[in-house]
């Protein structure tokens, strides 16, 4: 299994704090919204899931 820019992602900042955020959808889409940032605080999870491997030929 490969994690690529269509990957689902979960990035979790403040992991139960009083400011805790979810930012959710694929590893580019999360990947823009951080980027998008003036600037990031905070601790972070991330929870990746690979998209599955393409069948054998």
Known sequence: ???GASSQVVAVRELSKLHEE???GTAQS???NLAARKEI???FVIVLHP???P???
């Open 41 to 43: 605080l905070g601790e």
């Open 51 to 53: 998209d599955p491997e």
């Open 55 to 57: 069948p054998h030929a």
């Open 1 to 3: 299994m490969a994690v």
């Open 22 to 24: 979810y930012i959710r």
């Open 30 to 32: 999360v990947r823009d």
